[in-house]
């Protein structure tokens, strides 16, 4: 039971252009997400987050937004670098301190 | 400070055999989570601890284990090796006091089942 879902596995983009990484999560339960970027043979490391009382959080060049009636996320990276390439995790917790992930995207900006 | 370090980074085993890894986590944090990372199936979530209890578990069958020790360092232990069983396996810690809050992982070891 995929409670958290990135149905893309891969996203390709032009330098400079913007990404968009997408996140469907099904546990209505779930009131904090976050976004983790992975580089290969590196840990994941924290990117943004966002709590369920907001529909929007911006931190430089990365903004995540929620859709709570869709269960629907986006991460938005504008402009996109070569150093964003990498594999990005979506994850949902419910204030369990159980924070569930999703499958990947792995991210790949052209230069 | 020093991030969570897991040792081994790489080992190799064969079917049937076990295994046990090893996670210090940040000074100061007291949960540590497990997650195991294979192609296609992202981060699945093995089992958290906090204070040396298990707090939260996944859907892994009982042959994956762990515990926690009071100095918060943590060890996971997967039992009759399967060739499944291959796969980054990540540590990650935080407060555990926040029920919304950033989880700091380490870089994982990979783990080989021949």
């Known amino acids: 039971d995929q409670q958290v879902k990135q149905n893309s596995p891969s996203l390709s983009v032009q330098e400079g252009r913007i990404s968009i990484l997408n996140c469907d999560y099904t546990n209505s339960m779930f009131d904090y997400f976050l976004w983790y970027k992975k580089y290969p043979a590196e840990g994941p490391t924290f990117l943004i987050s966002i709590s369920s009382i907001k529909d929007k959080n911006e931190d430089g060049r990365f903004t995540v937004f929620l859709n709570k009636s869709a269960k629907h996320l986006s991460l938005h990276i504008v402009p996109s670098q070569p150093g964003d390439s990498a594999v990005y995790f979506c994850g949902a917790t419910s204030g369990t301190y159980k924070y569930i992930f999703g499958t990947g995207t792995r991210l790949k900006v052209l230069a | 400070k020093a991030g969570v370090t897991q040792t081994p980074r790489y080992l190799i085993k064969t079917r049937g055999q076990q295994v046990t890894l090893s996670c210090s986590p940040i000074?100061?944090?007291?949960?540590v989570s497990w997650y195991q990372q294979t192609p296609g199936q992202g981060l699945q979530f093995l089992f958290e601890y906090f204070s040396e209890t298990q707090r939260n578990k996944g859907n892994f069958p009982g042959r994956f284990s762990g515990r926690q020790f009071s100095n918060s360092r943590s060890e996971m232990n997967v039992s009759t090796l399967e060739l499944g069983d291959s796969a980054l396996y990540l540590c990650a810690s935080s407060f555990g006091t926040e029920t919304a809050g950033e989880l700091f992982f380490g870089e994982g070891s990979r783990l080989t089942v021949l």
């Open positions: 000074s100061g944090h007291r949960s």
